[in-house]
């Protein structure tokens, strides 16, 4: 598996179709992050831009992932393959029966 860094232009305005789908976007990125498609996802202090980093095979893959958000079609973004990704585990240790 492969790391890739995308980072997404929101649009300058937010239109009220933009807004309505945004529920939709954190629940889609939710159920990728469970899945561990998706390992972080940050939005600057502006809001004008998302920063993502998605696990996956290949640079299609990525892509195809991130074609899958709601709010892709108000968007433009890149795809940066990385050479590696060092980040702080969040998740809880699993318990210990001992």
Known sequence: M???MVEIILPKMFTPD???LIPRQIHKVNELMLARKLT???LSAD???VWVT?????RF???SIIAGFPIISFVNYTIH???FHNALSLSFPQP???
Do not use: I, P, Q
């Open 2 to 4: 492969n790391d890739y």
């Open 18 to 20: 933009f807004v309505e």
């Open 40 to 42: 972080s996802y940050s």
């Open 47 to 49: 809001r004008s831009k």
């Open 54 to 58: 998605v696990l996956a095979k290949s």
């Open 61 to 63: 893959e990525a892509e």
């Open 81 to 83: 393959e990385l050479a």
């Open 96 to 98: 210990s029966m001992n």
